[in-house]
């Protein structure tokens, strides 16, 4: 679910983490901000990461005016601090040079083809295990399981490895970009990784058809991206009317498996 922009035109930690703690009530599989509000996405979900427990937390962050190494390691930490529910929405965009002052890359997609796998590539520079924090011996590190990347490529020089050890899950959730674990799309088509549909939610739905509608498109994507109208109303409105129809014919959890929102990522509970 989105959460759209700030609350009242204004930032509001509280508000924002009162929306995901909502969402999480309602156990849907995530919550997203965008980069285009007020307010930095990263830096907002890390401040909601304590105050939930369970639902996944996705971070929009643009390949065209930022650095792969940086993206890297605020994903991760993200990561980190909410102990595996991090997502990170790839966002393509050549049309605000004037915002940041860089020209941007002639392809701009073969930029994110390259910066995507830059930042894999340092989530992957530390392996499991390479953490040993043994106060007895001194040792916090087994270099052994460190791995520079040299990578020498159109885009980006970078040499690793990434600065903070290797995230929860591994690698997080990507949504959007190449190599994505999900895709969003606004109309039905032949796309690749697991297909979300983006779903504008307001009251002029009824709940029993909303939930009807959901449940017949199930059978053609993973899932949906619901944009709630307005908040806390429509999200209120959707969690108290439209899951519980959802659950009681049994098309959506009643409770979440697992702790990393990869674990989410299961096509019979996709919603």
Same mark, same amino acid.
């Given at each position: 679910?989105?959460?759209?922009?700030?609350?009242?035109?204004?930032?509001?930690?509280?508000?924002?983490?009162?929306?995901?703690?909502?969402?999480?009530?309602?156990?849907?599989?995530?919550?997203?901000?965008?980069?285009?509000?007020?307010?930095?996405?990263?830096?907002?979900?890390?401040?909601?990461?304590?105050?939930?427990?369970?639902?996944?937390?996705?971070?929009?962050?643009?390949?065209?005016?930022?650095?792969?190494?940086?993206?890297?390691?605020?994903?991760?930490?993200?990561?980190?601090?909410?102990? #595996? &529910?991090?997502?990170?929405? /790839?966002? *393509? $965009?050549?049309?605000?040079? @004037? !915002?940041?002052?860089?020209?941007?890359?002639?392809?701009?997609?073969?930029?994110?083809?390259?910066?995507?796998?830059?930042?894999?590539?340092?989530?992957?520079?530390?392996?499991?295990?390479?953490?040993?924090?043994?106060?007895?011996?001194?040792?916090?590190?087994?270099?052994?399981?460190?791995?520079?990347?040299?990578?020498?490529?159109?885009?980006?020089?970078?040499?690793?490895?990434?600065?903070?050890?290797?995230?929860?899950?591994?690698?997080?959730?990507?949504?959007?970009?190449?190599?994505?674990?999900?895709?969003?799309?606004?109309?039905?088509?032949?796309?690749? #990784? &697991?297909?979300?549909?983006? /779903?504008? *939610? $307001?009251?002029?739905?009824? @709940? !029993?058809?909303?939930?009807?509608?959901?449940?017949?498109?199930?059978?053609?994507?993973?899932?949906?991206?619901?944009?709630?109208?307005?908040?806390?109303?429509?999200?209120?409105?959707?969690?108290?009317?439209?899951?519980?129809?959802?659950?009681?014919?049994?098309?959506?959890?009643?409770?979440?498996?697992?702790?990393?929102?990869?674990?989410?990522?299961?096509?019979?509970?996709?919603?």
């Amino acid at each position: 679910m989105h959460l759209g922009i700030a609350i009242d035109g204004e930032f509001s930690l509280a508000e924002y983490a009162n929306l995901a703690r909502r969402a999480e009530n309602a156990k849907l599989d995530f919550v997203s901000l965008g980069d285009s509000g007020v307010a930095d996405p990263v830096t907002v979900l890390a401040g909601i990461a304590p105050l939930t427990s369970a639902i996944g937390l996705l971070a929009t962050v643009g390949t065209t005016f930022t650095e792969p190494y940086t993206v890297s390691k605020s994903i991760a930490t993200l990561d980190h601090v909410s102990h #595996g &529910r991090a997502g990170w929405r /790839v966002r *393509v $965009s050549a049309d605000e040079v @004037a !915002r940041y002052g860089r020209v941007p890359a002639a392809d701009p997609l073969a930029e994110a083809a390259e910066f995507v796998e830059v930042v894999t590539r340092l989530w992957d520079s530390w392996e499991d295990g390479a953490e040993i924090r043994d106060r007895g011996t001194g040792r916090f590190l087994d270099r052994a399981k460190l791995h520079r990347l040299d990578h020498e490529g159109r885009y980006f020089s970078v040499r690793g490895p990434a600065v903070i050890p290797r995230p929860p899950q591994g690698r997080p959730v990507i949504v959007d970009g190449p190599g994505a674990d999900m895709v969003f799309v606004k109309d039905f088509g032949s796309v690749g #990784g &697991r297909t979300i549909l983006e /779903v504008p *939610v $307001s009251f002029e739905d009824s @709940a !029993r058809q909303l939930a009807d509608d959901l449940i017949r498109w199930h059978g053609l994507v993973d899932g949906f991206h619901l944009l709630p109208a307005t908040l806390p109303d429509t999200l209120d409105w959707f969690a108290g009317e439209v899951v519980p129809i959802l659950m009681a014919r049994g098309a959506f959890r009643t409770e979440y498996r697992g702790t990393h929102f990869r674990d989410r990522l299961v096509r019979s509970e996709a919603a």
